[in-house]
């Protein structure tokens, strides 16, 4: 357990679905992150928060949407996904985003877009 | 944008065997971490190197930074099939990890 939970692990979706991604964490940190893991493709960072305020959006399409409620709540609200947006998406947090700062990561949701 | 090459991307070897992977830059690291990524779950820190020259020991794992800063290895002594998994590089310059494809490791018993 790194102190990162993520929910749902699982979830298949269609092009016209909307869904969201919950990410949660429970050690004090003040920046959280979301990443895509594709297969053959390095982990790519997607969107950057520090206490609850967007400081990175990495060239993301609009069709993922981030909001961060709160510094340990973080959410990627998904519509009108491809297919080849089927990946791992992971959150991670970390004690700030100065580069020494350790990243924590949550298991992951593997989202299948049909 | 600095690219992390890993290499080689897939091993499976056999228990007991050692093993050594890298992770290669055109560009100076500023530090870089190594993680492992077990199937079902996110990465994991193994360690961070920040000299150049810097060699850390994490029981039968070994980590080395270049001289140069420039590439890094990790070394597995006597693997074992609780080994196996995803072994990730990454680099901050910025606040911003950049990851290498990763070296898949697969430890037969």
């Known amino acids: 357990e790194t102190g990162v939970t993520q929910t749902p692990r699982h979830l298949v979706m269609g092009m016209t679905n909307k869904k969201s991604l919950k990410c949660e964490q429970h050690l004090g940190h003040n920046a959280m992150y979301w990443y895509k893991q594709s297969a053959k493709k390095p982990l790519e960072l997607m969107f950057v928060?520090?206490?609850?305020?967007?400081?990175e959006n990495n060239s993301v399409p609009s069709r993922f949407s981030p909001e961060c409620p709160n510094s340990s709540h973080l959410f990627l609200h998904l519509h009108t996904l491809q297919p080849e947006d089927s990946a791992l998406y992971l959150c991670a947090s970390s004690q700030s985003t100065s580069s020494g700062a350790t990243q924590y990561f949550g298991p992951g949701t593997r989202l299948l877009v049909l | 944008t600095q690219l992390l090459e890993q290499s080689p991307q897939f091993l499976s070897i056999q228990e007991g065997e050692n093993l050594t992977v890298y992770c290669n830059s055109s560009?100076?690291?500023?530090?870089l971490q190594w993680y492992r990524q077990e199937p079902g779950e996110g990465p994991v820190l193994l360690v961070t190197v920040v000299t150049g020259g810097e060699v850390k020991k994490l029981k039968r794992l070994t980590f080395q930074f270049g001289d140069a800063r420039k590439d890094s290895s990790l070394h597995i002594t006597a693997a074992q099939p609780g080994d196996t998994g995803l072994y990730l590089c990454a680099s901050s310059n910025t606040g911003k990890l950049i990851f290498g494809q990763g070296t898949t490791l697969q430890v037969k018993p």
């Open positions: 928060y520090s206490l609850e305020e967007r400081v």
């Open positions: 560009s100076v690291f500023s530090s």
